[in-house]
Nanobody, 122 residues
Framework: QVHIVESGGGVVQSAGSLRLSCATS????????MGWYRQAPGNQREFQRE???????????KYAESVKGRFTISRENAKSTAYLQMNSLKPDDTAVYYC????????????WGQGTQVTISS
């Protein structure tokens, strides 16, 4: 059974930093692209989750324009864990952040974590 658990969220002041972690088990981590998405307050549907960043099994990274230069995604294959380092945080970054593992062999084969709340105070 696949488990995806995010951690590291919290409340931080504007311009501060947070590091989110996404620990996985039950999957072959090196065969999955890891992604971070976020869901702003008031948006309840899965399709309303906004792409933030992703890192492929080969280490290729992609970022949303809104976070480029501020956020860094990484992965540690030995620990089956992905990370999102978030710097220069803004109130608009307030959201629930979700980790998603997507199979490199089937883009429709993906799993979500339960999310972690990030709140940026101005």
């Amino acid at each position: 059974q696949v488990h995806i658990v995010e951690s590291g969220g919290g409340v931080v002041q504007s311009a501060g930093s947070l590091r989110l972690s996404c620990a996985t088990s039950g999957l072959i981590f090196t065969r999955f692209t890891m992604g971070w998405y976020r869901q702003a307050p008031g948006n309840q549907r899965e399709f309303q989750r906004e792409f933030v960043a992703s890192i492929s099994s080969g280490g290729w990274t992609k970022y949303a324009e809104s976070v480029k230069g501020r956020f860094t995604i990484s992965r540690e294959n030995a620990k089956s864990t992905a990370y999102l380092q978030m710097n220069s945080l803004k109130p608009d970054d307030t959201a629930v952040y979700y980790c998603r593992a997507t199979s490199d062999y089937d883009p429709d084969d993906y799993q979500w974590g339960q999310g972690t709340q990030v709140t940026i105070s101005s």
